[in-house]
């Protein structure tokens, strides 16, 4: 994923420029991601599922702002591990195939925490 | 980004074979992410700052799992709401560049609250 | 509140047996509670409002169970920090009163983002 | 604990006179509450432990407000679900015990992953 890459470059100029980096920790990574995933559970908390799926155009900016903050902590986190995107997402993948095969857990929630 | 998009086809085919759309509305799948981004965190919880730069490989492994899981469901709900991630990325990074100017926070964590 | 503070006490001595004051600073408990916070979001994360209204016996006991870490880890962070929650409760419920002035918000989730 | 059941009754009212029970389903509450719980992390996410345990007195004034709206919304979800907070802490720290017993376990971060 050249374009995952490409990001991973510009935020790593950008922490560095800031001298941030001795902030950037993946502990305090990890708590920062997760601060902005439930930012977007906010945008959500008292919306019915079906309001979800029909936002209004500022409540879709906010929901965009987020996800874009995620994605962000997300490619500066794999950064400092060295972890690459893509493999991790190749793996996990082909281990939910085999974990939630499609014959077997069809429109079944109750198997179905995760991908 | 291609690989992105390509991502979010193969999420898109592999909800549709389950059959689980009925469950991936946008608030049930923001639930979804923050409780990855929260597993994401239970490997960091404690451990030092500096344990956390220089994981096992057992925990790498835990916490690439959970990069992984946390890329998924972002694709996977910004598929949902037709919200495309490079852009979104790149008005982000413009509207913090605007915020942060790299020499007015230099080092400073008091404002560094967000990307 | 004579209660919570019975149970401050439990598990100051419960920690102490074990040796964990080392690892609860409260950067950690904060985390451990947000862990534990999300293990209740995905208790739901699949139900819809009116399911998780009607829990069946085994998902009420899983609930019950995170409702007791938080409460957990809530009373010993407090400790840590030498916050008295009952003070802290008081404050807060007469700031929301305030805020959301009964005859004012009535039925509006608008504003509703916080007690 | 008699006060959290003032507490139970002080919300159940405050919710009903803003006509605020539509919103309360327990699936938003637990939504609100880890939202609550990711504002304290917030908190504490780019200090160190040590800072953490040295909080200047706004630090410590803004910790202590989402401390308090973690306990309402605790308790207010409790309430929904007819949970009784004092026996499930009750039966969770007996499962503790149990789980950990404090000869075995003396300062080891290994098995420690929950109360």
Redesign the interface.
């Known amino acids: 994923?050249?374009?995952?890459d490409d990001?991973r470059q510009?935020?790593r100029h950008?922490a560095a420029?800031?001298?941030?980096d001795?902030?950037h920790?993946?502990?305090?990574l990890?708590?920062?991601?997760?601060?902005?995933?439930?930012?977007?559970?906010?945008?959500?908390?008292?919306?019915?599922?079906?309001q979800?799926?029909n936002?209004t155009a500022e409540q879709?900016a906010a929901?965009?702002?987020e996800?874009?903050?995620?994605?962000?902590?997300?490619v500066r986190?794999?950064d400092?591990?060295n972890?690459d995107?893509?493999s991790?997402?190749n793996?996990?993948?082909a281990k939910?195939?085999a974990k939630?095969p499609?014959d077997k857990?069809?429109?079944s929630?109750k198997k179905?925490?995760?991908?």
């Open positions: 994923m050249k374009e995952l990001l510009r935020l950008f420029e800031r001298d941030w001795q902030f920790s993946p502990k305090n990890s708590m920062a991601l997760s601060v902005e995933a439930s930012e977007l559970v906010e945008c959500f908390q008292w919306l019915t599922e079906e979800s799926c936002l879709l929901v965009t702002d996800i874009a903050d995620i994605q962000l902590y997300l986190l794999a400092k591990l972890v995107i893509p991790a997402l793996q996990k993948i939910n195939e939630y499609a857990v069809r429109g929630s179905y925490t995760e991908y």
